[in-house]
């Protein structure tokens, strides 16, 4: 066999790295940003409305408790009344954030495998290729 020259193994190391390959794991690592940032702005989006929602009833719960009674009895009552809306604000607030925890934990963990997978696979399929081209040069050069 004959034996490689210097322009020759210098092309078939420069070969060894397709950019091609490392621009796919580029991609993947993009498209993987926006959806986890997509995922992120999406929960905090629902997390906002929810608690804007809960503050204007509050504030709404508020000021009907505060409002001039004709009775002072009535007082009592309204009093008890806020109370008992609070809670049950409180308590609707409550499933309605962890009803978005959850449902953002669920969407992050088959994200998070889904992309792992791919991820895996291309730098896989990349490295396998770069080590196919390094025994071919060896093959070539001895």
């Not at 959806?35 to 009907?64: C, G, P, Q």
């Not at 499933?95 to 896989?124: D, I």
């Not at 399929?125 to 025994?135: H, I, Y």
Request: avoid cysteine.
């Amino acid at each position: 066999m004959a034996k490689q020259n210097t322009k020759s193994a210098t092309n078939d190391i420069q070969s060894l790295f397709d950019p091609k390959g490392y621009e796919d794991i580029f991609k993947t690592l993009a498209s993987a940003n926006e959806r986890m940032t997509s995922i992120v702005v999406e929960t905090a989006t629902k997390s906002t409305d929810i608690a804007s929602d809960t503050a204007k009833e509050a504030f709404s719960n508020l000021r009907e408790a505060t409002a001039v009674r004709d009775e002072p009895a009535d007082y009592g009552k309204a009093y008890s009344d806020f109370v008992q809306k609070q809670m049950d604000i409180f308590m609707r607030t409550a499933q309605s954030f962890s009803g978005v925890t959850q449902e953002f934990g669920t969407e992050t963990t088959e994200f998070a495998s889904k992309t792992g997978e791919e991820l895996s696979s291309k730098v896989t399929e990349t490295a396998n290729q770069a080590k196919d081209k390094a025994t071919d040069a060896v093959k070539k050069a001895a």
